[in-house]
């Protein structure tokens, strides 16, 4: 139970979390069933003891997630006893991040103008997102640090970057603060709980899914409710002026900034030291498959082949290094959810009053999300099969 608590409080979703306690049950000897949701966890023991555990979201633990994918096979393939094991889980609950505060505010600002190069932003916007992402991830920080809830840290975080933004844009010069506010909140946006909450649907664990879903729009729209107040106060004072259009992303400034993201994901996710190589090539990966496939297919075509892709190459990976398949899987989702147009969508509806706009790109958003999960349902496909093939062979010629 302390295991599903721990894999929980990591950001195991419930299609990985519920089967894997299942087995490591039967590896110890006992039959037990496991049902998690967004903040609750039920254990039965045998068909007649059920245990409720109160859990609560909490943010993706990469590192520590690692340790409890170790210590699951150690349980399984090793037989390490209960109490070696209960010893070893203590000290992984106990482990430090690895990461200080000032590694991830430097993160945020980081993200923050890289993003903001990666989808074409100029040089006044790339500026001032970085500098406004430093300041987001300087009060996130010390919110979390004062144990706030995480609804006041986005309504918060949302209001200041909305404000600065706004305000360079209406008194120093001229600029895109969407651009500018998304770029800097970039890394509170939900899409990636969005897309695991459409792939939970999709394999139908149903109560984890809609209760993932409702919580992700409900961050997003407290983030949006925070800029769109930002945006009211600084256009009270003084009209705020048309934002500047995009350019064009630049395919050799988009490479040169690709490292520098997955170095920041890196530190968001808490990831260790020796996964980092693995987690930068899967950014790589991920981008990499998006690009090659927009030149002939559509966009979503494009998401979907590059979720798939990224979702082959984190198995193969984790097959052949001995790491969970999220060490590089997520970071490279990470640049294909669809968070940002969630965001551009409701600031469209609630700050600009454009409500065409507003629900396209939402439709958008949602049409983006089942594009990555069937991608990710195509990868389970294959993925699966693969292994069956490997594993009759042993079946047909056991040692002797």
């Known amino acids: 139970m302390e295991l599903a608590r721990s894999l929980h409080a990591c950001g195991s979703p419930a299609y990985e979390l519920d089967l894997e306690m299942e087995q490591v049950s039967a590896s110890l000897g006992h039959e037990a069933s496991f049902f998690s949701t967004p903040t609750a966890l039920f254990v039965t023991f045998g068909g007649d003891e059920t245990r409720l555990l109160r859990v609560y979201p909490s943010d993706t ?3 520590r997630y690692a340790a409890l994918f170790e210590l699951q096979r150690a349980i399984q393939e090793e037989q390490m006893d209960v109490s070696e094991a209960w010893q ?9 991040d690895g990461y200080g505060p000032a590694i991830h505010i430097a993160s945020h600002g980081g993200v923050a103008a ?10 006044m916007v790339v500026l001032s997102a970085g500098v406004i992402g430093l300041i987001v991830g300087t009060f996130v920080v010390w919110l979390t640090h004062l144990r706030h809830q995480v609804h006041l840290i986005n309504v918060v975080a949302g209001f200041i970057a909305s404000s600065i933004a706004c305000g360079i844009q209406a008194f120093v010069g001229p600029g895109n603060f969407e651009l500018t506010s998304l770029a800097a909140l970039i890394l509170l946006v939900p899409g990636l709980h969005l897309t695991i909450s459409i792939n939970e649907l999709a394999t139908q664990n149903l109560a984890s899914g809609s209760a993932r879903f409702a919580g992700a729009m409900t961050t997003l729209l407290t983030i949006v409710f925070g800029v769109s107040m930002g945006y009211g106060l600084v256009n009270a004072i003084r009209p705020i002026p048309a934002s ?3 350019d064009s ?11 520098p993201i997955g170095l920041c994901v890196a530190v968001t996710f808490r990831t260790r030291y020796r996964d980092i190589p693995w987690l930068l090539m899967s950014t790589l990966v991920g981008y990499g498959a998006l690009r090659l496939a927009g030149t002939t297919f559509g966009s979503f ?14 198995h193969f990976a984790s097959n052949r290094l001995g790491i969970p398949t999220a060490v590089m899987l997520l970071p490279a989702l990470l640049l294909l959810v669809p968070g940002s147009l969630g965001f551009s969508g409701f600031s469209q509806i609630m700050v600009q009053e454009d409500l065409p706009t507003g629900i396209r790109l939402t439709a958008t958003m949602m049409l983006t999300a ?11 496909v294959v993925v699966s099969r693969s292994d069956k093939q490997s594993f009759e062979p042993e079946l047909k010629s056991p040692k002797l």
């Open 61 to 63: 633990n990469l590192g």
């Open 88 to 96: 070893r889980l203590t000290e992984i609950n106990e482990m430090k």
């Open 114 to 123: 890289c993003i903001s190069v990666l989808v074409g932003g100029g040089g």
């Open 244 to 246: 500047m259009p995009l």
């Open 249 to 259: 992303p630049d395919l050799l400034a988009s490479a040169l900034v690709l490292l």
């Open 301 to 314: 075509a494009s998401v979907g082949i590059a979720s798939f892709v990224a979702g082959v190459t984190s």
């Open 370 to 380: 089942v594009s990555i999960v069937a991608g990710l349902l195509l990868t389970d």
